[in-house]
């Protein structure tokens, strides 16, 4: 029986480096650079050219659609919110950076342009023709968005303390 086993494990041995040989030339052919078709490499440095292209191309339709179909007041009114949404990112990177040392300046600045952004969103969805503000008139919408600042401006300065 002892001779049975070794003559098995002799065999197993014999398969194990038959087996080894394949794999030693396939992890050769491996680690060789691996060739990709001309016609392959071209349609794959095009589609992402096309991708680049065509993001560029809805940016641009989006930009002239905006442009041609946005009333010219609508279009100052999302100038005044890009602003105040700028201030209120540079308030909060502020406060990030250096620290909220007088804190209540810091969050009534930071409540005065989220307060304006709200405002004059408000504003402009009431003076927007594609929503039904009919019962309003341009003026009336106005002169609340006046009265509304003025009294939320008041809050802000006397929590300034």
């Known amino acids: 029986m002892a001779k049975g086993k070794g003559s098995t494990a002799t065999a197993a041995a ?17 680690s060789a650079p691996a060739v990709i078709p001309s016609s392959a490499a071209k349609s794959t440095s095009n589609n992402s050219h096309t991708k680049k ?14 442009k041609s179909s946005t009333p010219r007041l609508l279009q100052l009114i999302d100038a005044y919110l890009a602003c105040v949404m700028l201030s209120g990112v540079i308030l909060f990177v ?14 009534s600045s930071f409540a005065s342009s989220v307060g304006a952004f ?15 503000f009919r019962s309003l008139s341009p003026e009336a919408a106005f002169a609340e968005y006046a009265f509304c600042s003025i009294v939320f401006y008041g809050f802000v300065v006397n929590f300034l303390g």
């Open 14 to 30: 014999a398969k194990a480096e038959s087996s080894a040989k394949p794999a030693d030339t396939n992890q050769t052919s491996a």
């Open 53 to 66: 292209a065509t993001t560029a191309q809805l940016v641009l339709r989006l930009v002239s659609s905006y």
């Open 94 to 107: 502020y406060c990030v950076l250096v620290g909220t040392f007088p804190y209540n300046s810091f969050l």
């Open 118 to 132: 709200v405002l004059a969103a408000n504003l402009r969805m009431q003076l927007n023709p594609a929503n039904d």
